[in-house]
C-alpha cells in the first residue's frame, strides 16, 4: 500500500511541477516577434484608438485638476 502511495505521490508532484512552468514562447532570431502587416481599415482603427486613449487621458487630468482646484479655496 505504501508503494502505491509512493507513486501517486510522485506523479502528483510531476504533474505540478509542469503546470507551474510557463509554456515556451519560440521568437524570430532577431529576437522580436514576427509582425503581419496591417490592413489600411486596421491601421486607421489604430489610429483612432489611440485619438480615443488621449482624449480618455486628457479627460481625466482636467477632472484630477478641477478637484484639485476645488480643494485649495477650501484649504485657505
Known amino acids: 500500500m505504501r508503494v502505491v ?5 510522485v506523479l502528483a508532484a510531476a504533474a505540478a511541477q509542469e503546470r507551474s512552468q ?5 521568437q524570430q532570431p532577431d529576437g522580436g ?4 502587416p496591417l490592413s489600411n481599415e486596421d491601421a486607421e482603427l489604430v489610429k483612432e484608438l489611440a485619438v ?3 482624449l480618455e487621458l486628457l479627460r481625466n487630468l482636467e477632472l ?3 478637484q484639485k482646484e476645488a480643494k485649495k479655496p477650501q484649504e485657505q
Open 5 to 9: 502511495w509512493s507513486i501517486a505521490i
Open 33 to 36: 516577434a514576427a509582425t503581419v
Open 22 to 26: 510557463p509554456p515556451e514562447v519560440r
Open 64 to 66: 484630477f485638476e478641477e
Open 52 to 54: 480615443i486613449e488621449r
